[in-house]
């Protein structure tokens, strides 16, 4: 399948290439762009640069985060291998600075699975893990002891 978006972009994409941070990026393949927009700007609080129906950009943490449509990824080396039925199996996204409790109010108010809920670890971090979209795992965390539990604040 083809590219969705009809028109221009709101920029040309070797600009948008240029223009990134260094630092890490996060690239995730998703059947449809829109529910894992939506997830990360409603659940954890991400801001959205940009979207349309075969990419999204956004701004999570002081980071960017992209979301690319399988069918954007046609004529790209991982095609064939993205798209597999499991496709966040063994991948956690883990959001360090947010905050576990507001993080697991605002997925359970969106009607997303909850693996588990907000809790003091052994490692030093309060943390919860969630189920987003396309079977990816979320894990917001602070340090222990910056968030009284039950306190939301993001």
């Known amino acids: ?4 978006r009809t028109g221009e972009p709101w920029m040309p994409a070797a600009a948008f290439g240029r223009s990134l941070p ?6 995730l393949l998703v059947a449809e762009v829109a529910p894992m927009a939506a997830f990360w700007r ?10 349309d129906a075969d990419f999204c950009a956004l701004e999570c943490l002081g980071s960017v ?3 690319h ?19 966040g199996a063994g991948l956690e996204v883990r959001l360090y600075g947010l905050d ?7 997925a359970r108010a969106a009607g997303a699975d909850i693996l588990a809920g907000a809790a003091d ?16 795992v ?16 993001s």
Not at 1 to 4: E, H, L, N, S, T
Not at 42 to 51: K, N, R, S
Not at 138 to 153: A, D
């Open 65 to 67: 985060v992209l979301l």
């Open 1 to 4: 399948m083809a590219k969705k």
């Open 42 to 51: 409603d659940v954890l609080g991400a801001g959205i640069v940009y979207a």
């Open 22 to 27: 260094r630092g890490v990026g996060l690239n």
């Open 69 to 87: 449509a399988d069918h954007s990824y046609l004529d790209h080396p991982m095609h064939g291998i993205a798209a597999v039925e499991a496709r």
């Open 121 to 136: 670890k052994p490692h030093g971090l309060r943390e919860c893990h969630i189920l987003g979209p396309h079977g990816y």
């Open 138 to 153: 979320f894990v917001p965390s602070l340090p222990s002891g910056e968030n009284e539990p039950g306190e939301t604040r």
């Open 100 to 106: 576990p409790d507001a993080a697991e109010a605002r």
